[in-house]
């Protein structure tokens, strides 16, 4: 038997609008416009006024852009986790975004932000054949929010086209930008949908996965 804890950072909270900015608080700013990998973005951090002075040299879990956007990298929470790890003398294995700790214990660290992005709030408004999931239930799987936690190393990637009879193999090289990349994480809206499921839906999920395997 083992324990899955999600663990999220609050002390900076993530938002998609600028407009929600606080300027007397450290947050993050959603940012999709340095190409990262699908359902991944890179995560600015919005400073206070006061401390507008920063550097990669003091702090070493950001990158400056030349724009003079500053981003987090993924391993600030890797320090913060190691750091932990000395503290209570605990070894953990990474893997990425899931961290297993002394075989009993699977945590994943996280940011949580309060407004969905367009891509999930179609969900909402698509048909839903079977009333599922049920009106009242909406509301509640809005107010979960979605987190964003660190990604593995990006793969190579492969398209076929059958037209023209060409292979075409994309290869991701592993640089800095790696560090900048977040993926979207729904893994408490998705563990409420599973809630909400008949009987007989549940037993068509099984079967499902049985003819999968």
Known sequence: ??????????????????ADRQFERW?????????????????QW???????????????????DAHGRVFMKK???????????KDFGVDFINHCPLLAIGG???????????????????????PKPGHWPRTK???????TGIFFVWTAHVENTTNWDPCKHLGTLTVQTFGNTQELYWRLYTNL????LMF????????????????RK
């Open 27 to 43: 947050q993050l700013l959603v940012v999709t416009d340095m190409a990262p990998p699908p359902q991944c973005c890179c995560l």
């Open 75 to 85: 391993n600030r929470l890797k320090m913060f986790i190691a750091e932990s790890g």
């Open 1 to 18: 038997m083992d324990y899955d804890y999600l663990e999220c950072h609050r002390e900076l909270t993530v938002i998609r609008n600028i």
């Open 46 to 64: 919005l400073v206070p006024v006061h401390s507008i002075f920063l550097t990669e040299c003091t702090f070493p879990y950001c990158h400056i």
């Open 137 to 143: 239930f909406l509301t509640q799987l809005k107010d």
């Open 104 to 126: 009993m214990v699977d945590m994943v660290h996280a940011f949580r932000c309060a407004k969905l992005p367009e891509d999930i709030n179609y969900f909402f408004r698509r």
């Open 196 to 211: 909400d499921l008949t009987i007989t839906q549940m037993k068509v999920y099984v079967i499902m996965k049985i003819i």
């Open 189 to 192: 809206m998705e563990r409420l």
